[in-house]
Nanobody, 125 residues
Framework: QVRLEESGGGSVQAGGSLRLSCAAS????????LGWFRQPPGKEREFLAA????????????FVAASVKGRFTMFRDNAKATVYLQMNRLKPEDTAVYYC??????????????WGQGTRVAVSA
């Protein structure tokens, strides 16, 4: 069973930082690619960043979308089976519901089949 639980959302002023967490089951963490997406109000879901499964041959194994590169980073804590999205220098346009997702393929380039419930981020000017 795939389990994804996001946390860490909230309200912050522009220029501030937030760190989102996505706790996964051990099986999911070790076998699936894990990614972060967001959906701003009234807009389509946007891919932000992802990391391949540990046994993937992807190079690089972590990818961050150009739209947020330099401000957002993604990293994993193997001991906690958790991935994080560190968001710095936040802007009002970063306001969205942020989702963690897992892909059976194992590659960050693959499809994402499972989704968390989402966590809201609101950035005020």
């Amino acid at each position: 069973q795939v389990r994804l639980e996001e946390s860490g959302g909230g309200s912050v002023q522009a220029g501030g930082s937030l760190r989102l967490s996505c706790a996964a089951s051990r099986r999911t963490f070790s076998r699936n690619a894990l990614g972060w997406f967001r959906q701003p109000p009234g807009k389509e879901r946007e891919f932000l960043a992802a990391v391949s499964s540990p046994d993937s041959s992807d190079d690089p194994s972590t990818f961050v979308a150009a739209s947020v590169k330099g401000r957002f980073t993604m990293f994993r804590d193997n001991a906690k089976a958790t991935v994080y999205l560190q968001m710095n220098r936040l802007k009002p346009e970063d306001t969205a519901v942020y989702y963690c997702a897992a892909g059976d393929d194992g590659s960050w380039r693959g499809l994402y089949d499972y989704w968390g419930q989402g966590t809201r981020v609101a950035v005020s000017a």
